[in-house]
């Protein structure tokens, strides 16, 4: 939508410093679990087999080396194989002839460590973004 009225080049306004600040950097600790505090259980896990539920309950084991992982990842400029990877599956319409593409629907399953990162990532631009 481009070409809509909000997404004119004049509506858009850069990002004062101290927004910039907020939404750059390395990730904390408390920035993750936060994110992933908001996970609902009893979703699916990804690829790897892991739950929210694992993250939430082994968090103060595994939370210092997830974030030191994400980190990694913000310097280098590359997330882990693992961290990148998805599943696309097709899934069909309820009542819908199968054997028709537009019946199914595709779904990705990815990784909630990736999750936890992209909902870090997501909770610091909303701080900054202003609503129309």
């Given amino acids: 939508m481009y070409g809509s009225t909000f997404f004119k ?16 950097g390395l990730v ?21 087999g892991f739950s929210a539920e694992f993250y ?13 992982s994400f980190n990694f990842a913000f310097r280098t ?13 097709l899934i069909p319409k309820k009542n819908k002839d199968k054997t028709f593409l537009e019946n199914l629907r595709p779904i990705s399953l990815l990784n909630v460590d990736d999750k936890i990162l992209r909902k870090t990532i997501a909770k610091r631009l909303k701080k900054v973004l202003t609503k129309s």
Avoid at 9 to 24: V, Y
Wanted: include cysteine; charge should be negative.
């Fill in 77 to 89: 400029g590359t997330l882990s194989i693992s961290q990148r990877r998805g599943i696309i599956s």
């Fill in 9 to 24: 080049p004049e509506n858009i306004s850069p990002l004062k410093e101290d927004e910039q600040q907020l939404c750059e």
């Fill in 56 to 68: 939430k309950l082994f968090w103060p084991e595994l939370g210092s080396e997830m974030v030191s």
């Fill in 28 to 48: 904390l600790g408390n920035e993750c679990l936060s994110a992933l505090k908001e996970f609902k259980n009893a979703k699916s896990p990804g690829t790897d």
